[in-house]
C-alpha cells in the first residue's frame, strides 16, 4: 500500500513518502496524505521541525506514478482535479508554519523535485539526482507545480531543467541553487536531523516569523507602518524573556512557544 507515513520524535516530526517498488513515486492518494498530514502538523504547537523523506535508500520520489495518468488524469476535468490537489500539497508544505527540511537521497525527479522546492532547508547525498524530464513525455508542468521551483531557483535555471530536460547531480544542482547542503551519501541522514535539531533549539514563534517575513518582503511592496509594528511582536512573548535570561545567565534557554 502506498502512503504518506508520518512518525514523531520529540519535537521532529517525519513524513515518509512511501511507495517503494517504484521508488516513491507519488500518486493521488499520497498527494491528498501529503496535504492532510501537513495541515494536521501545521496546528500542532508540540511540532517544531518537519522532515520529508522518502523510503529506503534509492530515492526522495522519482515523480508522479505515470501508471495512473492513464486512468486519472485523462481528460481536462480529470487533469484539473489531479494537479489542483498536487498544487495543494506543495502549497500546504510552502505554508506551513512549522521548518521542514528535505532529507534527499537517490532520485529526486518531477513531482519530488517540486516537493523538496517548497521545502524551507534541502539537504542532499553526492550521489542524489534532480530533473524534471517531462518533455520526453509530451507534458508541461502545471502552473501551480512550478510556481516553488521558480522562486527557489529563478527563470533561467526552471528553463534548463525543464527545456532540456537533463538530470542533473547533486554538486550542480547545490551550484544552481536547488540545495542548502551536499553531503556524504552515508551522512545525509545525521545531517538532515541534525539540521532539525539546531532549528528547535530555537524559539519557535521566531521560526514561524522569519518565514512569515521572508515571504511577505518577497513580493515587493514596501511595509506598511502596522506591519512594521507587527514586526515587534516578539516583545510581548514569555520566550523573548527567557531568551534574553538564558542568555544573560550562560544557560540554554527553554522556549514555550509563548
Not at 514523531?8 to 498530514?37: S, V
Not at 538532515?192 to 511577505?216: N, S
Request: net charge negative; with cysteine.
Amino acid at each position: 500500500m502506498t502512503t504518506v507515513d508520518l512518525s514523531l520524535q520529540g519535537e521532529i516530526a517525519t513524513l515518509t513518502l512511501n511507495n517503494p517498488d517504484k521508488l516513491n513515486a507519488i500518486n493521488l492518494a499520497m498527494w491528498q496524505q501529503l496535504a492532510e498530514r501537513l495541515a494536521a502538523l501545521s496546528a500542532d504547537p508540540a511540532v517544531r521541525c518537519i522532515v520529508l523523506r522518502g523510503a529506503g535508500e534509492q530515492a526522495f520520489a522519482a515523480g508522479g506514478d505515470l501508471e495512473e495518468f492513464v486512468t486519472a488524469r485523462a481528460t481536462l476535468e480529470q487533469a484539473l482535479f489531479y494537479h489542483g490537489e498536487v498544487a495543494r500539497a506543495l502549497n500546504a508544505i510552502a505554508d506551513c508554519p512549522h521548518p521542514t527540511v528535505a532529507l534527499i537521497r537517490g532520485a529526486c525527479i518531477g513531482g519530488g523535485l517540486e516537493i523538496a522546492g517548497v521545502c524551507d532547508l534541502r539537504i542532499a547525498g553526492e550521489s542524489a539526482r534532480f530533473g524534471a524530464p517531462i518533455n520526453k513525455l509530451g507534458f508541461s508542468m502545471y502552473p501551480g507545480e512550478m510556481e516553488g521551483l521558480l522562486k527557489l531557483a529563478g527563470p533561467a535555471v526552471i528553463k534548463e531543467i525543464l527545456l532540456e530536460g537533463r538530470i542533473l547531480g547533486a554538486r550542480e544542482a547545490y551550484e544552481k541553487g536547488l540545495l542548502t547542503r551536499v553531503v556524504a551519501d552515508a551522512q545525509v541522514e545525521d545531517e538532515a536531523y541534525a539540521t532539525a535539531r539546531r532549528i528547535c533549539g530555537g524559539a519557535p514563534l521566531v521560526a514561524g516569523w522569519h518565514k512569515q517575513w521572508i515571504r511577505r518582503l518577497q513580493d515587493g511592496r514596501p511595509l506598511s507602518d502596522e506591519e512594521k509594528a507587527a514586526s515587534f511582536a516578539f516583545l510581548a512573548t514569555e520566550d523573548y524573556r527567557e531568551g534574553l535570561a538564558a542568555f544573560l545567565e550562560k544557560r540554554k534557554p527553554a522556549f514555550k512557544a509563548r
